[in-house]
């Protein structure tokens, strides 16, 4: 199998049994799921909201670019049976290890925090209370599932949890949407030079293209690689090659098409709503608040339980992400399916960091504001883990065999020349 193969979505046999193709989809999906979180969902409100649908075409874009990059991501997982962290300690400086570590773990709480008000938020839209008590349930039922659901129940919950995605879908179908002025928006796209133009740009690619994601993806490959029996590293049984490299590739691909996807459709959503009518958003639950008397009742409910679902998808992976980076970097036992008593460590970055988050909601932030500084953070750390991801694939010293060329390679460093220069984009006032 050629790299050119691995960067197309792979044919897969019919299977007559849903349940069973279902299964055939898991770190892939789940990551591409939790890339719309409620902070996502409020970048690409925005979006819509402010320019309609001429930046419909960006979606479009940053599909490939995402699926390269994260093809790249679960490869070395599975090739070589280590996350990003543990690979990066084992090749390169300390101080690049820490560095990246340190970036990604701050970006994290600040995106838990931000997810975190967004669903509290969310819930106080359609249950009156007290918004800070709602954030501290919903930030504690995500530690206590992670810490006491055994990984392969916890892992088809999280599955199944991308079904509420679905909601955006719903809601763009309930919306009146003049779907020629969609179809021309993305065929010639009207491109704006202008500073509020470019940021939204960056920002849509800086929501997609997350560090996260890469830790994610990769210890996600490693657990299942653990889950199954007789299953081993790539590099130490290449007989399995074949069958796991069309695996992720499918799984990859069609993660990251949900992610576009539902991105899309959000988008959608916000043009033929909001920036019909002229009405600005800043975050997931003012788009809420302001579907209501547009759209009805029902598609307000939808986009609000949106919001809490994504959360409880995104909020796991955050956290996970965070302790997995943690774990590799001090040679801890690190796995969803160890116990508590086995693996201490692992599991108080989980919860530290979601504390982390709680906590910095309690201090009033401005959750756009939060929402920048995070994206700055994320653009300045994704730019060096990918640089890193590359070369590490690259390495046969790394990956052996299983180094990636080809349309592959070119796939990933030009999705990491894109996030650089959404990167330096961040920085440009305006």
Request: one cysteine or more; glycine letters at 8%; aromatic letters at 10%.
């Amino acid at each position: 199998m050629n790299d050119n193969d691995l960067l197309q979505p792979e044919p897969t046999e019919p299977d007559p049994n849903a349940v069973t193709w279902v299964r055939r989809l898991g770190p892939g999906l789940i990551t591409g799921a939790a890339d719309d979180d409620p902070s996502g969902i409020g970048t690409y409100s925005q979006a819509g909201a402010q320019f309609g649908f001429e930046l419909l075409w960006a979606l479009l874009l940053t599909y490939p670019l995402m699926t390269a990059i994260q093809l790249v991501s679960a490869r070395i997982g599975r090739v070589t049976g280590k996350g990003l962290a543990s690979n990066m300690r084992r090749h390169y400086p300390g101080w690049l290890l820490y560095g990246t570590v340190v970036l990604l773990i701050t970006a994290n709480v600040i995106n838990i925090a931000a997810d975190l008000s967004a669903m509290g938020a969310a819930v106080n839209l359609l249950l009156p209370g007290p918004q800070q008590l709602y954030i501290v349930c919903l930030g504690g039922v995500s530690v206590v599932l992670q810490v006491f659901v055994p990984y392969d129940r916890y892992s088809r919950l999280l599955k199944w949890t991308a079904l509420t995605l679905l909601a955006y879908v719903a809601v763009a179908l309930i919306v009146p949407v003049s779907w020629a002025e969609v179809g021309r928006a993305i065929v010639r796209p009207h491109a704006q030079l202008s500073a509020a133009y470019l940021t939204t740009v960056v920002a849509v690619l800086g929501t997609t293209i997350s560090p996260y994601l890469f830790f994610w993806q990769a210890s996600q490959e490693v657990e299942e690689l653990r889950a199954v029996p007789n299953q081993r590293p790539l590099r130490r049984m290449p007989g399995q090659a074949p069958a796991q490299l069309r695996r992720i590739s499918f799984d990859t691909w069609f993660g990251m098409g949900v992610s576009n996807v539902i991105g899309f459709f959000i988008v959608l959503t916000a043009a033929a709503t909001l920036n019909a009518h002229h009405i600005d958003v800043k975050t997931s639950a003012d788009a809420a608040r302001a579907l209501e008397p547009l759209a009805g009742h029902f598609a307000y409910v939808l986009f609000a339980l949106g919001i809490v679902g994504t959360g409880l998808l995104a909020l796991p992976v955050l956290a996970g992400s965070a302790a997995y980076a943690a774990a590799g970097t001090f040679r801890w036992r690190n796995s969803l399916a160890l116990e508590l008593g086995v693996a201490p460590e692992f599991y108080a970055v989980i919860a530290l960091s979601t504390v982390g988050g709680i906590a910095f909601t309690f201090m009033h932030f401005d959750p756009i504001r939060a929402l920048y500084w995070s994206a700055v953070i994320n653009g300045v750390s994704a730019v060096p883990i990918m640089v890193v991801m590359m070369l590490m694939a690259r390495s046969k010293r790394v990956m052996g065999e299983f180094a990636v060329k080809g349309p592959l390679a070119w796939g990933g460093w030009l999705a990491t020349l894109a996030m650089a220069v959404a990167a330096m984009g961040v920085f440009v006032p305006g």
